[in-house]
T-cell receptor
């Protein structure tokens, strides 16, 4: 079983749509959670951290459910520029080591 | 503005060659990482370093070695390249404010081993 699992997609949605991705993690002792964004042929970049209470950054909302061991990312009012791969990232033990999911691909069409 | 640079964007090598991938960061970060990224497998950690001359094995260190002689530079070495090392290699760095510190990535090196 993978440590961090994501639906690879692609999720193909029209502009303006709301889309949500989930990610599950296997280690219940995991400490920190993040979403990174990776554009085609580019490097990953931090999109947002995920806090226990949930957090919002503009059109993006991240949620953590420790009991069920999943995190989610909600994107409202999708833009063409949101097309990318979204990587779910977990830190298991407060070390410097991050565990990356293989990513969920989002395509936003006009 | 934070910056992580890698020596090459694209590299083609032959089986058995020794390959050096260089990474330089200008953020005075203590931690540096080497990953490889393959379709369907995500990013997998090869090695990381939390200080000059210090190194730790990641999840897939076999066939690789690293060198960190200066704080800003972290090198990945393929002693004898093999075709299964064809991949995208990504370097990253982070500071020391704890596990939640953001990792900043370089643009990647796409290595093809023939």
């Amino acid at each position: 079983r993978k440590e961090v699992e994501q639906d690879p997609g692609p999720f193909n949605v029209p502009e303006g749509a709301t889309v949500a991705f989930n990610c599950t993690y296997s280690n219940s002792a995991s400490q920190s959670f993040f979403w990174y964004r990776q554009d085609c042929r580019k490097e990953p970049k931090l999109l947002m951290s995920v806090y226990s209470s949930g957090n919002e950054d503009g059109r993006f909302t991240a949620q953590l459910n420790r009991a069920s061991q999943y995190i989610s990312l909600l994107i409202r009012d999708s833009k063409l520029s949101d097309s990318a791969t979204y990587l779910c990232v977990v830190n298991e033990d407060s070390s410097y080591k991050l565990i990356f999911g293989s990513g969920t691909r989002l395509l936003v069409r006009p | 503005d934070v910056k992580v640079t890698q020596s090459s964007r694209y590299l083609v090598k032959r089986t058995g060659e020794k390959v050096f991938l260089e990474c330089v960061q200008d953020m005075d970060h203590e931690n540096m990482f080497w990953y490889r990224q393959d379709p369907g497998l995500g990013l997998r950690l090869i090695y990381f370093s939390y200080d000059v001359k210090m190194k730790e094995k990641g999840d897939i260190p076999e066939g690789y070695s690293v060198s960190r002689e200066k704080k800003e530079r972290f090198s990945l070495i393929l002693e004898s390249a093999s075709t299964n090392q064809t991949s995208m290699y990504l370097c990253a760095s982070s500071g020391t404010s704890g596990s939640t510190d953001t990792q900043y990535f370089g643009p990647g090196t796409r290595l093809t081993v023939l």
